[in-house]
């Protein structure tokens, strides 16, 4: 037998490899196990959309596939094959790596759905220092390895990196971007089947559901999820790359793909994302900072994030240089949004409670930036990101949040913290104006709490921040800002309420 995992969904993970996989008839398993969702309190949207995404690929395979409900997976697992022989392709966790691992009558085949190898990673990251590696690297090695992007050994269209042209504010003139609506599922007869099941656990007092479960918003068959690739290339790939930092409180989506889950589900390849978006680029039907900007998306930080989660090693989630130990409070823990005055802030966790998604700049800079300003542990922060969004998975929280989000790892993976003051956020979205906080108030009853929040964090880690160059500016303006005693009594008086 062969055991599918249920982010292992796609056709990838079953064409016969080299010596790997399952074969054409190999019967198939797959495990539904409970015990999942009682350990953590997840969006029911994202607890749908994965229980949505395994029952219809079982049905799909019909016959061929055993379906097991069980408590755990080894208790599935013993049901299913009474202890006969079973292989897997590597999971995407370190926990159900080790349980596959601790399970001898399973043999695990290497993972799918991801460009590069595991070991050609390692052999890649130790011949660059191992400790200083660097994404932009990573990024051209990917490029030049799968000729992605390539007139011959030079990148396509002359630069590697057209950060530069994908930074634009958002339009002010309008409300939305006008791009065309994202590809949008419809519910069937499975998805009621799942919403009953979901409300029966919850009824029993067996699993407790933070989040909305509205209709489905992200696919659950590879069929809706080619649709929504199909229509993110032909109809909204063109504005992808200007826009692709900015913010608009009545449009989350702007330009983006909406593709993560897909991807993470196993759903999409990403070999099929970024060979069509080229494709649209040497057809002439999308600029290059656009085409390029979703292949660096993909090909360079999806790919980067999953390799460093195995090749920093399991301790990892444990880094926590900052000495952040504040518990999350009630408020975010429970995504009440409303209780949230803060425009931006209230907005986006909205997003989050409403659909279970948000873009990369509201994660990194609202809601990331915002934990990293009140010193949260980083590790609950991981939880909570994980648990909240429907394409968050061990694999991709972790380096994302301890790394990228919380610089927990003091480093390893960024330059320098990534928070700012509400002058970012204003700039880069339309989400200040009406907002009873000012950007530029650090005192008073109109203190934006990013703003106040911004300096505390630079008071509060003022030598480590001295010594990079990336940040000792921000360490200088700190000692001219004059009144900081008051700003830190403005931070102490918010306490963990909602701002
Ligand atoms: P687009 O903007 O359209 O980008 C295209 C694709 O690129 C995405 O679908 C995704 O597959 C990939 N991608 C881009 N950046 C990253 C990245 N940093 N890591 C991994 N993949 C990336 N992404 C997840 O898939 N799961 C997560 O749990 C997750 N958590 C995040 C937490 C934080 C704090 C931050 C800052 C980022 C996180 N991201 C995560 C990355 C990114 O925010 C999402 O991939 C993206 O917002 C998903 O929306 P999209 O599909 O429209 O992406």
Known sequence: MHWLFGDQLGPHFLT??????????????????????????????????????MRHRAAELGDRLTYVRADTYRAGLDEATGGGPVTVHHPT??????????????????????????????????????????QEDFYRWVRRDHDLLMDGDQPAGGRWNLDHDNRQRPPRDSATLSVGRPYRPREDDIDDEVRHDLDRWEKDGDVSFVGRDGPRLFPATRTEARAA?????????????????????A?????????????????????ECVEGAEEEWRAGRAPINSVEGFVRQIA????????????????YRYSNVLRHAAPLPGWWNDLDADSVGARC?????????????THHIPRLMVLGGYALQRGWDPAGVTDWFHRSFVDGYDWVMVPNVIGMSQ????????????????????????????CEYRPGDRTGEHACPYTTGYWTFVDRHRDRLAHNHRTSRAVKQLDRLGNLADVRRQERARGDGPP
């Open 16 to 53: 016969p490899g080299a010596g790997d996989g399952p074969g054409r008839d190999t019967p198939l398993l797959m495990i539904e196990a409970r015990s999942v969702f009682r350990r953590r309190r997840f969006h029911r949207a994202k607890a749908h959309l994965i229980l949505s995404a």
């Open 93 to 134: 966790s370190f926990a159900a790596a080790g349980l596959v691992r601790g399970l001898p009558q399973v043999s695990v085949a290497p993972a799918r759905g991801f460009l590069v190898p595991m070991e050609d990673f390692a052999t890649w990251a130790d011949a660059h220092g191992g400790k200083s590696l660097r």
């Open 229 to 249: 690739l199909k229509r993110f290339l032909a109809h909204r790939l063109n504005d992808f790359g200007p826009f692709e930092d900015a913010m608009l409180a």
């Open 251 to 271: 449009d989350p989506v702007m330009s983006h793909s909406l593709l993560s889950s897909s991807l993470n589900l196993g759903l999409l390849d990403p070999a």
């Open 300 to 315: 360079g930080w999806r790919e980067y994030m999953w390799h460093l989660y195995w090749y920093f090693g399991e301790e």
């Open 345 to 357: 802030l209230r907005t986006v966790l909205a997003q989050v409670r409403d659909t279970g998604w």
């Open 407 to 434: 610089y927990a790892d003091g480093g390893r993976m960024t330059t320098k913290p990534y928070t700012s003051g509400g002058a970012y956020i204003n700039r880069m979205s339309d989400m200040c104006g009406p």
